[in-house]
């Protein structure tokens, strides 16, 4: 079993910054691909980032690239999402996902999750 942890959310005036963490433990030996997730009221949980910890491959929605930027520290067992520039539009539940791979931007290739950190952009 694998436990993540979100940290970091909050709230943020637009063009404002915040940076999410998320804590890995336990049998986090399969968990190669880590990725973030958003979901506001009534949307569909979608794709962020994402990072393959054995190597230094991301991926970024459109939405965010270019103002998002995934990281990990995997002495810490640690990915980190620092978010810049945010708008009204980023406002949502942000999830932290592991998975054994593939690397993917679909939910459907991470088996763990963690509970969600809130993130709201005012103007």
């Known amino acids: 079993q694998v436990q993540l942890v979100e940290s970091g959310g909050g709230l943020v005036q637009a063009g404002g910054s915040l940076r999410l963490s998320c804590a890995a433990s336990g049998r986090t030996f399969n968990t190669n691909a880590m990725g973030w997730f958003r979901q506001a009221p009534g949307k569909e949980r979608e794709f962020v980032a994402a990072i393959l910890r054995s190597g230094v491959s991301t991926l970024y929605s459109d939405s965010v690239k270019g103002r998002f930027t995934i990281s990990s520290d995997n002495d810490k067992n640690t990915v980190y999402l620092q978010m810049n520039i945010l708008k009204l539009e980023d406002t949502a539940v942000y999830y932290c996902?592991?998975?054994?791979?593939?690397?993917?931007?679909?939910?459907?290739?991470?088996?763990?999750w963690g509970q969600g950190t809130q993130v709201t952009v005012s103007s």
């Open positions: 996902a592991a998975g054994p791979g593939p690397f993917s931007r679909s939910r459907h290739f991470y088996e763990y």
